[in-house]
């Protein structure tokens, strides 16, 4: 497992590299769902091995360094939003998550999630549609979504051999 210890936030670019948006497996693609892949390979939620856990471990201390560093720079009142992995895109509680976040964000706060699928892809969902003055947008959005493969739908994918 190639993980990140640099001390470096991850950026957009970073976890998009290598996603194909013409492809409807696009994000199949890229480096985050590589990252996914390889952590269900190594066991998911409960490591294969010491050495995972210990790559793990490693890599989550690097993030929380860089994340305690860039606080320490931004001047915005912080919200965090984790959790709820299994949520699912056509549930209405994903529509309000995604409404919160926006409209947090059009309130300036820096909103900060653990990352992935279900509650906090909504949370990314909502801040990405925070500069738009009505919310049409972002329901026009959420109605795509529901009918785009969910994360669960990879995990045939996610074993690596």
Avoid: C
Wanted: no cysteine; aromatic share 8%.
């Amino acid at each position: 497992m190639t993980v990140n210890v640099s001390r470096q936030l991850y950026t957009a670019e970073d976890l998009l590299k290598g996603f194909n948006s013409w492809d409807p497996m696009g994000y199949a693609l890229s480096y985050d769902f590589s990252v996914y892949r390889q952590f269900a390979a190594d066991g998911g939620p409960v490591p294969s091995s010491l050495a995972v856990r210990a790559a793990q471990a490693a890599h989550d201390a690097a993030i929380a360094d860089a994340l305690r560093i860039f606080l320490r720079t931004v001047q915005r009142s912080l919200v965090g939003i984790m959790g709820g992995h299994s949520l699912p895109r056509n549930h209405k509680a994903y529509a309000a998550i995604a409404h919160l976040a926006r409209e947090l964000a059009r309130e300036r706060f820096l909103l900060v999630t653990g990352g992935g699928p279900g509650v906090m892809e909504a949370t990314h969902l909502g801040v990405a549609f925070s500069s738009f003055d009505s919310v049409g947008p972002l329901d026009e959005a959420i109605g795509l979504l529901v009918v785009v493969v969910h994360h669960s739908d990879f995990d045939s994918l996610a074993v690596v051999g």
